[in-house]
């Protein structure tokens, strides 16, 4: 390919992410989270499960020096579904771009929360009670629930390799215990 063909090719260098985030997506959308774990099954509780995945696929791929240009490819496409997400709800011209600033900020607060809460011993349910149930107390059995199907999920992604991650293929979560 001539150099010229690269700067302007309309190849999207980061659809090679897409695998991923759909994978992401998808496991943040599992009936299990919301059924058993009683996540809000509403918008705001559908963004904070997957934020809560893309949290944990963010903390594993960071511990690849290497995936610094992934990192930011996979957070792109991100930004674009939640930017298209909120003007499919309504949300105007005018503010989407705050909007998706305040989310990307959110984002930002819960890969910090999850990787203390998982990596450096803080404590994962303080951080779901704020980030996923949004300050309200949920029912301790489900929090209990919920935070050890997180600590699962943060260790079967530890075990899996790069290569397979980027792919999309992402552990299974399955049931709740």
Not at 46 to 63: G, H, P, T, W, Y
Not at 158 to 174: E, N, V
């Amino acid at each position: 390919m001539s150099f010229f063909s690269k700067i302007f090719s309309r190849d999207n260098p980061n659809a090679k992410m897409q695998s991923l985030y759909s994978a992401i997506v998808s496991e943040g959308r599992q009936l299990a989270w919301y059924e058993e774990a009683q996540v809000p099954d509403s918008i705001d509780g559908r963004f904070d499960m997957i934020a809560a995945i893309f949290s944990l696929v963010l903390i594993r791929l960071e511990k690849d020096d290497d995936q610094g240009q992934n990192l930011a490819w996979l957070t792109e496409i991100f930004i674009k579904d939640m930017d298209g997400q909120l003007r499919q709800i309504g949300i105007g011209d005018m503010i989407v771009g705050k909007h998706v600033g305040r989310m990307m900020g959110a984002l930002g607060g819960r890969v910090g929360a999850y990787r203390d809460a998982l990596e450096q011993g803080a404590d994962l349910r303080e951080a779901i009670v704020r980030n996923i149930f949004r300050g309200e107390q949920p029912d301790r059995a489900a929090l209990d629930l919920l935070a050890s199907r997180l600590t699962t999920y943060h260790a079967a992604l530890q075990k899996c390799d790069t290569d397979s991650i980027i792919a999309g293929q992402l552990p299974a979560s399955g049931p709740v215990a």
